[in-house]
């Protein structure tokens, strides 16, 4: 495995596993799986509503807790932000069956995002949070977070794929100290990724897969990825990719392939910021 040290000096691998969109019933087996893998990076949300079977899964292991890195994520909280964010948090701790995170991060960029990341600052002070960070957080709301608040965000999971590359503002991030994240990384086959013959013909060279292409080119450009996957034998697939590197001949052929803008949803939409910033979680 190969990682990335954070701002504020939390080493983290560079390719984990994912479970957004898993059903609870099935996240268990799949993460239990993942791990046997050789996975230790995990993803998961409030919102996916898997937490506990992702701690389920971690403490069946029988893996120390000092080699996984463990990451939720804080849905947008209800006045008073500041306390809402605490109780969210323990309760995502409470189901995950752990003492601390590794990364909690903001899922989005909506509510009241100051008064979040000030408990979240306090959480990471406390070290009940090892490293704090955002996501779906574009240029100017990341900016603002920065340069209005004292802990700069470690992470921003975004998406990023081959389709949507982000180069630019991952150049914008690297300067300001923050590590980029991919969520998405396979664009969840759109644009016929799977079958994509630019793809396919690189894999070719190597005897490697579409996905464990796009996996290399995200890890090699410095993306840390969470792809998901509910088969053990595509989890296997997707962890062997170290064993090849891309040429710069073909990460610029894969930057040809860039379309500049979201196969999912745009978060400057004022009917997506509606949906996002009113729905709230049961818990």
């Known amino acids: 495995m190969q990682y990335v040290t954070l701002n504020n000096g ?24 993942a791990l046997a893998a050789g996975y230790r ?17 971690v403490k069946s292991s029988g893996i ?9 994520k804080l849905w947008v909280q209800d006045s008073p932000a500041e306390d809402n964010t605490r109780r969210a948090f323990e309760a995502s701790l409470e189901k995950l069956g752990l003492d601390h995170l590794d990364l909690y991060l903001m899922h989005q960029p909506f509510g009241d995002v100051y008064g979040q990341w000030r408990a979240m600052e306090a959480l990471n002070r406390e070290h009940l949070a090892k490293a704090i960070g955002v996501a779906n957080f574009y240029p100017d709301r990341l900016l603002d977070l920065i340069v209005n608040n004292e802990v700069t965000p470690a992470v921003n999971q ?18 300001h100290g923050v590590q980029i994240q991919s969520w998405g990384g396979f ?12 793809l396919a013909g690189i894999g070719k ?9 796009v996996l290399r080119w995200l890890t090699q450009r410095g993306v840390v990825a969470i792809p998901k996957s509910v088969r053990a034998e595509r ?49």
């Open 41 to 57: 990076l995990l993803d998961t949300a409030a919102a996916y509503g898997n937490e506990e079977a992702v701690g389920r899964a």
């Open 10 to 33: 939390v080493e983290m691998p560079i390719l984990g596993f994912g479970v957004y969109q898993i059903p609870a019933e099935d996240t268990e087996r799949a993460v239990s799986d």
């Open 235 to 283: 989890m296997a697939e997707n962890f062997d990719v170290f064993d090849f590197r891309l040429t710069d001949e073909q990460m610029a052929t894969i930057a040809t392939l860039d379309t500049g803008a979201s196969l999912f949803f745009d978060h400057h939409d004022p009917e997506i910021v509606t949906w996002l910033a009113e729905r709230r979680l049961d818990a």
């Open 187 to 198: 664009a969840e086959g759109r644009n016929g990724l799977f079958t994509n013959p630019l």
């Open 205 to 213: 060279e190597y005897g490697k897969s579409v996905a464990q292409v």
């Open 158 to 175: 975004i998406e990023t794929h081959p389709f949507f590359q982000r180069a630019g503002y991952q150049d914008l991030m690297r300067e």
């Open 64 to 72: 120390a807790r000092e080699d996984l890195f463990v990451t939720t």
